[in-house]
């Protein structure tokens, strides 16, 4: 009982501290990440001592790792790896490189071992992916030059983590740190990485079909977390790191159509954990030594936060992108990141670093992301005055892919029938629907679709909803329509917002809930038979359009009154009463074929008159007595609305 209590006791100690810092960081506008560092360092045992153990903090955070790790995954899809393209394959490669031969020079140079540099320029080399795409979304740059090429060198060192993961363990032996073992250990553990690889490809997609088609937010969340902590378990038992084993697993399912809802599920699970992770390795730092080696660690984050920007700067540069812009992406990418910190556990634990040279790692670190806000605001400014220009760099390179114009929520009937339409017009759009089977439908007719849960803002922003101009909301429940508006709502978008909704109790709700306009089906049934009758009375049809306008007006205001106004009544009755026109068709075995005019003597009978008759086209007007009539032939009637009537029943010899 005591050791539950305890556990108890140590969670909210560490909850209560990440969620002050993020309270604090939310006040003074700065990024979560920072305050969580420096309020765990305050909190642990180097600080205040409010949290003493460590190891069970450390265990918790290893899932928020696995966690982010798939989270990664999930969006690294083959489609995402073609946008970046030359960022990713180029950019990349070349940072990490010269950043990771550069640290790890310089570490041989201070009398670190070969085996413990390496893990240094392993270290260095990685910036943060979490930190730079919050403070990058926050500035709205992601899509502009220096965010999209900061985006592809992230990708990249999130990539290379993972090989590095496999690395690190076979660092901790022998003398110099290269254990004997190396290049066995390390064929081994891609041996199984590749049987991970292998056995997901197969059974990860299916596994998660299984939980969607069960239609249940709950089953799917349950699922996507169990095939991620699952296979992260299964590539431990292998011998391989469980975020590794995390990573692989959303990478796998980064194509499938289920990779937007995993991910929107799962996110919120991440923040929780991750919190908790930044909040560890902030304990992690010993604060003593920082106040032994004050001249040290600023003087070692400075020189990385210089190393750093110059490289990843030079890398963005040899691509041929102006100046301007290099400078802004290095100085965004100047921190070390957040996978670097899984690098040191996984070298502490393999005995490839520890002691002071382990601290002043993780001191360097956590400043270097401290400082990171301060840069990327400065950026700008210090680019224009180093590059000579205050030129804009969004002019150079690929443009973004065009956003979608249309956003459909739900692909039943309506939602199939306004994609056509779209399509045949060649209006950008884009589908949302959570029923795996839909969203198999559509794929399968080769629709933009996402499988997903459009009340969940995740969703709507990789839907592409901030650029859309219209949202077309056609599901079946609700609840689920109201949240869904209130979501585009949320996010600050500035599309219409049109809705298709079952039953009439529910306009208003959609409305206050942020709807432009709502299309109840009820009330257009009601209007369709309302139509229909009228032509069927021969009505003029611009009356007709004229009164179901008016119907329509305000959202079905007159309507949800109870009752048809007097006016509309009134309006249809005096249209009744006047003359009109109206066009009658003989087809083959009508009575009146064969006849002329005279003989069929229409005027004394009914009381209408023939206008002119229509024949291939051509029209006759105010046709002689002697006009024979043919099949094919329209007579174009005249007369008050009872006599057009009795005029139809004459041309079908009803009396």
Same mark, same amino acid.
């Given at each position: 009982?005591?050791?539950?209590?305890?556990?108890?006791? =140590?969670?909210?100690?560490?909850?209560?501290?990440?969620?002050?810092?993020?309270?604090?960081?939310?006040?003074?506008?700065?990024?979560?990440?920072?305050?969580?560092?420096?309020?765990?360092?305050?909190?642990?045992?180097?600080?205040?001592?409010?949290?003493?153990?460590?190891?069970?903090?450390?265990?918790?955070?290893? +899932?928020?790792?696995?966690?982010?790790?798939?989270?990664?995954?999930?969006?690294?899809?083959?489609?995402?790896?073609?946008? &970046?393209?030359?960022?990713?394959?180029?950019?990349?490669? =070349?940072?990490?490189?010269?950043? #990771?031969?550069?640290?790890?020079?310089?570490?041989?140079?201070?009398?670190?071992?070969?085996?413990?540099?390496?893990?240094?320029?392993?270290?260095?080399?990685?910036?943060?992916?979490?930190?730079?795409?919050?403070?990058?979304?926050?500035?709205?740059?992601?899509?502009?030059?220096?965010?999209?090429?900061?985006?592809?060198?992230?990708?990249?060192?999130?990539?290379?983590?993972?090989?590095?993961?496999?690395?690190?363990?076979?660092?901790? %032996?022998?003398?110099?740190?290269?254990?004997?073992?190396?290049?066995?250990?390390?064929?081994?553990?891609?041996?199984?990485?590749?049987?991970?690889?292998? =056995?997901?490809?197969?059974?990860?997609?299916?596994?998660? #079909? &299984?939980?969607?088609? %069960?239609?249940?937010?709950?089953?799917?969340?349950?699922?996507?977390?169990?095939?991620?902590?699952?296979?992260?378990?299964?590539?431990?038992?292998?011998?391989?790191?469980?975020?590794?084993?995390?990573?692989?697993?959303?990478?796998?399912?980064?194509?499938?159509?289920?990779?937007?809802?995993?991910?929107?599920?799962?996110?919120?699970?991440?923040?929780?954990? #991750?919190?908790?992770?930044?909040?560890?390795?902030?304990?992690?730092?010993? =604060?003593?030594?920082?106040?032994?080696?004050?001249?040290?660690?600023?003087?070692?984050?400075?020189?990385?936060?210089?190393?750093?920007?110059?490289?990843?700067?030079?890398?963005?540069?040899?691509?041929?992108?102006?100046?301007?812009?290099?400078?802004? #992406?290095?100085?965004?990418?100047?921190?070390?990141?957040?996978?670097?910190?899984?690098?040191?556990?996984?070298?502490?634990?393999?005995?490839?670093?520890?002691?002071?040279?382990?601290?002043?790692?993780?001191?360097?670190?956590?400043?270097?992301?401290?400082?990171?806000? $301060?840069?990327?605001?400065?950026?700008?400014?210090?680019?224009?005055?180093?590059?000579?220009?205050?030129?804009?760099?969004?002019?150079?390179?690929?443009?973004?892919?065009?956003?979608?114009?249309?956003?459909?929520?739900?692909?039943?009937?309506?939602?199939?029938?306004?994609?056509?339409?779209?399509?045949?017009?060649?209006?950008?759009? /884009?589908?949302?629907?959570?029923?795996?089977?839909?969203?198999?439908?559509?794929?399968?007719?080769?629709?933009?679709? +996402?499988?997903?849960? $459009?009340?969940?803002?995740?969703?709507? $922003?990789?839907?592409?909803?901030?650029?859309?101009?219209?949202?077309?909301?056609?599901?079946?429940?609700?609840?689920?329509?109201?949240?869904?508006?209130?979501?585009?709502?949320?996010?600050?978008?500035?599309?219409?917002?049109?809705?298709?909704?079952?039953?009439?109790?529910?306009?208003?709700?959609?409305?206050?809930?942020?709807?432009? /306009?709502?299309?109840?089906?009820?009330?257009?049934?009601?209007?369709?038979?309302?139509?229909?009758?009228?032509?069927?009375?021969?009505?003029?049809?611009?009356?007709?359009?004229?009164?179901?306008?008016?119907?329509?007006?305000?959202?079905?205001?007159?309507?949800?009154?109870?009752?048809?106004?007097?006016?509309?009544?009134?309006?249809?009755?005096?249209?009744?009463?006047?003359?009109?026109?109206?066009?009658?068709?003989?087809?083959?075995?009508?009575?009146?074929?064969?006849?002329?005019?005279?003989?069929?003597? &229409?005027?004394?009978?009914?009381?209408?008159?023939?206008? $002119?008759?229509?024949?291939?086209?051509?029209?006759?007007?105010?046709?002689?007595?002697?006009?024979?009539?043919?099949?094919?032939?329209?007579?174009?009637? +005249?007369?008050?609305?009872?006599?057009?009537?009795?005029?139809?029943?004459?041309?079908?010899?009803?009396?």
């Amino acid at each position: 009982m005591e050791q539950d209590a305890s556990i108890l006791e =140590l969670a909210v100690r560490v909850l209560a501290t990440a969620a002050a810092a993020v309270l604090v960081c939310v006040r003074l506008r700065i990024p979560s990440v920072a305050g969580l560092l420096v309020a765990g360092a305050l909190a642990g045992p180097s600080g205040f001592g409010w949290v003493t153990e460590l190891e069970a903090v450390e265990r918790v955070a290893e +899932i928020g790792v696995v966690l982010l790790l798939f989270v990664i995954g999930l969006e690294v899809s083959r489609e995402r790896l073609r946008e &970046l393209g030359r960022w990713l394959a180029v950019g990349g490669p =070349l940072q990490v490189g010269i950043t #990771a031969a550069a640290a790890a020079g310089a570490a041989v140079a201070a009398g670190v071992a070969p085996g413990a540099a390496l893990l240094v320029g392993c270290v260095v080399s990685v910036s943060s992916t979490a930190l730079v795409l919050k403070l990058y979304g926050d500035r709205d740059d992601l899509d502009s030059l220096h965010g999209r090429a900061a985006l592809g060198i992230l990708l990249f060192q999130d990539l290379v983590v993972v090989p590095m993961m496999v690395v690190v363990p076979a660092l901790g %032996g022998g003398a110099n740190g290269i254990g004997a073992g190396f290049l066995g250990r390390l064929a081994a553990g891609l041996a199984a990485l590749g049987l991970a690889v292998l =056995l997901g490809r197969v059974l990860l997609p299916r596994l998660l #079909a &299984l939980a969607a088609r %069960g239609r249940s937010r709950e089953a799917f969340l349950l699922g996507a977390v169990v095939l991620c902590i699952g296979t992260a378990w299964l590539t431990e038992r292998l011998g391989l790191s469980a975020a590794l084993g995390a990573f692989v697993a959303g990478f796998l399912l980064a194509d499938s159509e289920y990779a937007y809802q995993a991910l929107a599920e799962v996110v919120p699970l991440r923040e929780l954990f #991750a919190s908790v992770f930044f909040v560890a390795i902030g304990m992690l730092v010993d =604060l003593s030594f920082v106040v032994r080696h004050p001249l040290a660690t600023v003087a070692a984050t400075l020189a990385v936060i210089t190393l750093k920007a110059l490289v990843a700067g030079m890398a963005v540069a040899a691509l041929g992108v102006p100046r301007r812009t290099a400078i802004v #992406a290095g100085l965004g990418l100047a921190q070390i990141g957040e996978f670097s910190f899984v690098l040191l556990e996984l070298g502490r634990a393999h005995g490839v670093v520890s002691g002071e040279p382990y601290q002043l790692l993780l001191a360097t670190s956590a400043l270097s992301m401290l400082a990171t806000p $301060a840069l990327v605001l400065l950026a700008p400014h210090l680019a224009d005055r180093l590059a000579g220009s205050a030129s804009r760099d969004e002019a150079a390179g690929p443009a973004a892919p065009a956003p979608p114009q249309v956003l459909i929520v739900g692909y039943g009937a309506n939602g199939e029938i306004l994609s056509r339409i779209l399509h045949e017009t060649s209006i950008r759009y /884009r589908i949302v629907d959570a029923d795996a089977e839909r969203v198999k439908r559509a794929l399968a007719a080769g629709e933009p679709v +996402i499988f997903g849960d $459009a009340t969940r803002p995740e969703i709507l $922003a990789h839907a592409g909803v901030a650029h859309v101009r219209l949202a077309v909301i056609a599901i079946s429940d609700p609840r689920a329509v109201i949240n869904v508006v209130r979501s585009i709502r949320r996010l600050g978008t500035q599309a219409k917002i049109l809705v298709r909704t079952r039953r009439l109790r529910e306009v208003e709700s959609i409305e206050r809930a942020g709807a432009d /306009r709502v299309v109840a089906e009820e009330y257009e049934s009601a209007i369709a038979i309302y139509t229909w009758a009228l032509e069927e009375l021969h009505v003029p049809r611009n009356v007709i359009a004229a009164q179901t306008s008016v119907l329509r007006g305000e959202d079905y205001r007159m309507l949800r009154g109870g009752r048809v106004p007097a006016g509309v009544s009134r309006a249809v009755a005096e249209a009744l009463a006047a003359g009109t026109t109206d066009v009658f068709r003989l087809t083959d075995g009508c009575p009146a074929i064969g006849k002329d005019l005279r003989e069929l003597d &229409l005027r004394r009978r009914s009381g209408a008159t023939v206008l $002119a008759v229509v024949r291939d086209e051509t029209p006759f007007v105010t046709p002689p007595a002697d006009f024979r009539l043919e099949p094919g032939d329209e007579l174009v009637l +005249i007369g008050a609305h009872a006599e057009i009537e009795r005029a139809f029943a004459v041309l079908e010899a009803q009396e």
